[in-house]
């Protein structure tokens, strides 16, 4: 008798740990991607010579710029030319969101230097620098983001890859507005 439930519970637990959510590792440093986020199979090999965003004037978008609410909070856009630093956490988003629309209504490239934020103008120009390991890059902000509040900017797949903090899914990052010369 004992050997029979000892087989049932055996049989039982293999069952039910085919059941578990799966999570995809990182192969560079144990982190993971949300979902089914994360690179594409073959990512293209020049992405430490894609340019960073270089700032120009442009008229903020109509639409963007309006406080909204998303997740229960309300969310009140700056609509001037004002300047901001802060630090906080990065966060990046890959081929989950490629294509889809931003709120400018342009369509979301992962392999282009570009952010979001829940608050500074649409579009506007950040440099937004790792604070391990000191690299920075230059983004255009054409999308709202993140909703976590623990994060204070969502950066493309490149961004965050010349940034070093692919592995790692977020890390902590000054974040600073530049204007056009």
């Known amino acids: 008798m004992?050997?029979?439930r000892l087989l049932f519970v055996l049989i039982l637990a293999s069952v039910l740990s085919g059941c578990s959510t799966t999570y995809n590792r990182s192969s560079t440093s144990g982190g993971g991607y949300y979902?089914?986020?994360?690179?594409?199979?073959?990512?293209?090999?020049?992405?430490?010579?894609?340019?960073?965003?270089v700032p120009r004037w442009e008229p903020y978008n109509r639409y963007?710029?309006?406080?909204y609410e998303a997740l229960g909070k309300w969310y009140y856009p700056q609509v001037n030319n004002a300047p901001y630093r802060a630090i906080g956490y990065a966060s990046w988003y890959g081929r989950r969101y490629n294509h889809h629309r931003t709120s400018t209504g342009e369509s979301y490239n992962m392999y282009a230097m570009t952010g979001a934020h829940t608050t500074l103008p649409i579009p506007c120009y950040v440099k937004v620098t790792n604070l391990k390991n000191h690299k920075w890059v230059i983004v255009r902000v054409n999308d709202r983001?993140?909703?976590k509040e623990d994060r204070l900017i969502d950066l493309s797949y490149t961004a965050a890859y010349k940034l070093g903090m692919l592995g790692h899914g977020t890390t902590k990052v000054l974040?600073?507005?530049?204007?056009?010369n």
Request: aromatic share 8%; glycine share 6%; hydrophobic share 30%.
């Open 175 to 180: 974040v600073e507005r530049v204007f056009p």
């Open 35 to 53: 979902l089914d986020d994360g690179p594409e199979s073959h990512p293209p090999a020049n992405l430490d010579q894609v340019p960073n965003a």
């Open 2 to 4: 004992k050997v029979y």
């Open 64 to 67: 963007a710029n309006k406080p």
């Open 145 to 147: 983001g993140p909703f």
